[in-house]
């Protein structure tokens, strides 16, 4: 069974700091490219930032130098640094081994429910002004 459990999200005041961390489970952790999405309310469904089996990273623009993608392949977990964080930043967070060019084509929480989707819950990250 697939599984990826995001956890880390929380509430903190702009300018703060939190680290998002997702462990996966049931696929190949190590082949798979791994991804954080998040949906603010009224927005479309975003991809945040990916990173590729061997490492390699790219981030939407609105969170470079914000934010970093890491994953540890000992620990089938990949995490999300986020600094600086500011109230636009404000969604419920999706950590993913899917890669959706279309994905603001319906909502995160759409594409976590799909069948054989490989998708966490989701974690709220509030940030206050």
């Known amino acids: 069974e697939v599984q990826l459990v995001e956890s880390g999200g929380g509430s903190v005041q702009a300018g703060g700091s939190l680290r998002l961390s997702c462990t996966a489970s049931?696929?190949?952790?190590?082949?798979?490219?791994m991804v954080w999405y998040r949906q603010a309310p009224g927005n479309e469904c975003e991809l945040v930032s990916i990173i590729d089996s061997d490492g390699s990273t790219s981030y939407v623009e609105s969170v470079k130098d914000r934010f970093t993608i890491s994953r540890d392949h000992a620990k089938n977990t990949v995490y999300l640094q986020m600094n600086n964080l500011k109230p636009e930043d404000t969604a419920v967070y999706y950590c993913a081994a899917e890669f959706i060019p279309e994905v603001a084509s319906q909502l995160c929480s759409a594409w976590a429910t799909e069948d054989d989707a490989h998708w966490g819950k989701g974690t709220q990250v509030t940030v206050s002004s």
């Open positions: 049931g696929f190949t952790f190590d082949d798979s490219d």
